[in-house]
């Protein structure tokens, strides 16, 4: 096994309690894992050496939400919205016209491409959904090819009711036939739990179909005004609940004195001209707290986890720490995950060089282009 030991860390943020964030650190990969952290000068011997010169490392990146497969784009939905028409659900359509007419080929090029692009940008696990394809077969592919390229695949068939059919039995399919398509080829299952997509009732039927077949549970809620997407995801045991754009006093609570992290998408509400999400009001009652990009071609066609975490200092008021926790630990607990979004020993070997002294420069120089070095799963791949 080849050891790798990266030194002359100015600032190392580990996400450990025990560890915290250190100065004048090192840190040892193996076999894929953190075998060792601590003081440079403690530092034990290697077989490659990395000197990092000062430079803040910290975990890579964990992208709790994407929707990574897909074909064609929205540019005019975008730019109409620009100038002013509102956004809704119903854009999705557009998306599913264009991926069901693309060829499987066509799609995994697109997902690398995307993997690839978040990846040279210090994301190291990400998280992808079906949801263009809104039939059997469709959605089954989209699984497949997600679940060769992605770290973890969420089922939503539950995205939208495609044009034409009837909602009732499009529930049923969901919760049937496509369910069981493409349950083997995903670990989650979500579903868009707003006006003009799901309703309560018919959200709550899939999950619970889900849940019986072995899936973890997510939901898409509150993102176009308060609902009912919080306390049913709660209500479920959902691993998390993602948009959070508009939260009652009661759905705070909620989250508070629940497992069920808040994943806030701080690029989706700025596309979207929305108001953005009440991060503070969540961190203060003690919820747990994600960011992640919602890459997607209509609302948040970002794969930059750095400019979400400088959108969340800068528009919702997160301290810089808060705000890194959330796209790397917070991540990693939005996907039940122990293994990512921290460098401890035993931790997957995912490391982040910023080109920077520390993470404060990723929001007090938001937009400039601040990775340094990428190692995922101990191999450098930037």
Request: proline share 5%; charged share 20%.
């Amino acid at each position: 096994m080849t050891s790798t030991l990266i030194t002359g860390i100015g600032e190392l943020t580990t996400n450990d309690p025990d560890l915290g964030r250190l100065t004048d650190a090192a840190l040892v990969l193996i076999d894929g894992h953190v075998s060792w952290v601590g003081s440079a000068s403690a530092a034990p011997p290697a077989d490659q050496r990395v000197d990092v010169e000062g430079r803040a490392v910290l975990p890579g990146w964990v992208d709790s939400h994407t929707h990574l497969l897909f074909a064609g784009d929205r540019t005019a939905e975008f730019e109409a919205r620009m100038a002013g028409q509102p956004y809704t659900a119903g854009g999705i359509a557009v998306t599913v016209a264009a991926t069901r007419a693309a060829t499987d080929a066509e799609l995994a090029a697109t997902l690398r491409r995307h993997v690839a692009e978040a990846a040279a940008q210090g994301t190291t696990c990400v998280e992808t959904k079906t949801g263009y394809g809104l039939t059997v077969a469709d959605e089954l592919r989209s699984a497949r090819i997600a679940a060769e390229h992605a770290d973890e695949v969420t089922f939503l068939g539950a995205h939208l009711v495609p044009p034409g059919a009837d909602p009732d039995e499009y529930v049923s399919l969901v919760c049937g036939e496509m369910l069981d398509a493409v349950a083997p080829h995903a670990r989650w299952a979500d579903v868009f739990c707003e006006t003009g997509a799901f309703d309560e009732d018919q959200s709550r039927a899939v999950l619970k179909a889900a849940a019986a077949k072995g899936l973890g549970l997510r939901v898409h809620g509150n993102q176009l005004g308060e609902g009912p997407g919080v306390r049913l995801a709660v209500e479920v045991g959902a691993a998390s609940v993602d948009h959070c754009t508009y939260l009652s006093a009661a759905d705070v609570d909620a989250l508070a004195d629940s497992g069920t992290v808040a994943t806030l998408l701080p690029a989706c509400d700025l596309s979207t001209r929305q108001a953005p999400a009440p991060a503070r009001r969540l961190l203060d009652a003690g919820a747990t707290v994600a960011l992640a990009s919602n890459c997607n071609p209509g609302s948040s066609y970002t794969t930059s986890m750095a400019f979400c975490v400088a959108t969340a200092v800068l528009q919702l008021r997160m301290t810089v720490e808060e705000a890194v926790t959330a796209a790397t630990l917070g991540g990693a607990k939005a996907l039940r995950r122990t293994d990512v979004g921290h460098l401890a020993p035993g931790a997957r070997a995912d490391v982040h060089v910023l080109d920077a002294p520390s993470v404060t420069h990723l929001a007090y120089r938001p937009g400039v282009p601040l990775t340094h070095a990428v190692w995922r799963k101990g191999v450098r791949v930037r």
